[in-house]
Nanobody
């Protein structure tokens, strides 16, 4: 059974950077697209970034474009989310999730695509504050 564990969250000042990691066990990631999602207090969960099984295709929410980069190392069964120029509105619990297909969702905004993913991790808190 696939298990995902997020790490790398923390407190950072506005303009700072964090790199989140999503480590998988129990199942190979080689055939699965992986997404990063976040949920801020009082808000619905939203998609942030997605990467195809090979890493050859990525997708980003509008809020993440130009600031966040998703990558993966299948040999290490780990997916990363590099977040730069963080803003207070990026504060949220960040989750990774696996999709039972090789490619990221198409024809739907990533922000509202969480229902297309399963095998969620427990999340890691990101706080952006001075």
């Amino acid at each position: 059974q696939l298990q995902l564990v997020e790490s790398g969250g923390g407190l950072v000042q506005p303009g700072g950077s964090l790199r989140l990691s999503c480590a998988a066990s129990g199942f190979t990631l080689d055939y699965l697209a992986i997404g990063w999602f976040r949920q801020a207090p009082g808000k619905e969960r939203e998609g942030v970034a997605c990467i195809s099984n090979s890493g050859g295709s990525t997708a980003y929410a509008d809020s993440a474009k130009g600031r966040f980069t998703i990558s993966r190392d299948n040999a290490k069964s780990t997916v990363y989310l590099q977040m730069n120029n963080l803003k207070p509105e990026d504060r949220a619990v960040y989750y990774c999730a696996a999709r039972g297909l090789k490619n990221c969702p198409a024809g739907i905004r990533l922000e509202v695509a969480d229902h297309l993913f399963g095998s969620w991790g427990q999340g890691t808190q990101v706080t952006v504050s001075s």
